[in-house]
């Protein structure tokens, strides 16, 4: 079965700091793509970051940066410096190239308080 | 640029009724993806649509069908709403497999409810 975990039902951090939240997920394919979207209360999704399996090489997009470890299918998602514009719910998804679909995890609420 | 767009926001049904929602692609993008999304929920696909036919679906009844023109617009149609139907739906594009990078792009969304 294909599948995404995400072990932290709710999170919090303040302002500034630094937060990690983590990603799990299951699958036998070796070509897939992984992505961190952010849904804000506006219900929006937005691509935050994304991440070529094949790639050693760990994303960072500004103040957001991953943790890609492959061998032990692990994706987790690194906000530095926190800001209350961060508050929403963060969901965890992979997408295989020969299916072109994404497959979320159930998702992360994030809370950054001034 | 303009983005994803889906129409309209919100939506009130009941049950039996028949829905369309409505999406418009990323400019340049020629890839649809439909998926709902249930309360408290991460999103389930749907189905997906390129050159107007429809190229892979997800684990949902034949009451949801779809439609892509040639415009690269997409139409979501659900028939005999059920209660369960109550969701978010979200529509997202990308560029066919191939031609460029692997990421999806989504619109606002389009509320259901089905009372």
Known sequence: AQTVTQSQPEMSVQEAETVTLSCTYDTSESNYYLFWYKQPPSRQMILVIRQEAYKQQNATENRFSVNFQKAAKSFS???????????AMYFCAFLFESTDKLIFGTGTRLQVFP | DAGVTQSPTHLIKTRGQQVTLRCSPKSGHDTVS???QALGQGPQFIFQYYEEEERQRGNFPDRFSGHQFPNY??????????LGDSALYLCASSLAVGQGPREQYFGPGTRLTVT
């Open chain 1, 77 to 87: 998602l690194k906000i530095s410096d926190s800001q209350l514009g961060d508050t």
């Open chain 2, 34 to 36: 439909w998926y709902q």
């Open chain 2, 73 to 82: 617009s997409s139409e979501l149609n659900v028939n005999a709403l059920l």
